[in-house]
């Protein structure tokens, strides 16, 4: 979805930042369906050369949890809410 004027914005129910929940109000951050401070958390993140957990964003720092894509933490609470 792609928005040219501001018209098509007023007439669309509100848009959040798919990654804080923060309520989106610039063109570009609703196209994009992010705001602009994670957008650059993200990129910091890309920059650094280094791996972070996808559910919380926390730098990964063992080779188990690299290869998991999580860190421990986020790890134990999934499997608790699994069992």
């Not at 990654?19 to 989106?24: D, R």
């Not at 791996?51 to 894509?69: D, P």
């Amino acid at each position: 979805m792609k928005l040219e004027t501001w018209d098509e914005l007023e007439e669309q129910n509100p848009v959040f930042c798919w990654s804080c929940g923060k309520q989106l109000f610039a063109l570009d951050e609703i196209n994009q369906r992010i705001c602009m401070d994670c957008k650059n958390t993200f990129r910091q993140h890309h920059q650094d050369d280094a791996f972070f957990c996808w559910a919380c964003g926390k730098k990964l720092s063992s080779m188990n949890e690299v290869a998991q894509s999580l860190c421990a933490t986020c790890r134990s609470a999934i499997l608790r809410k699994l069992k």
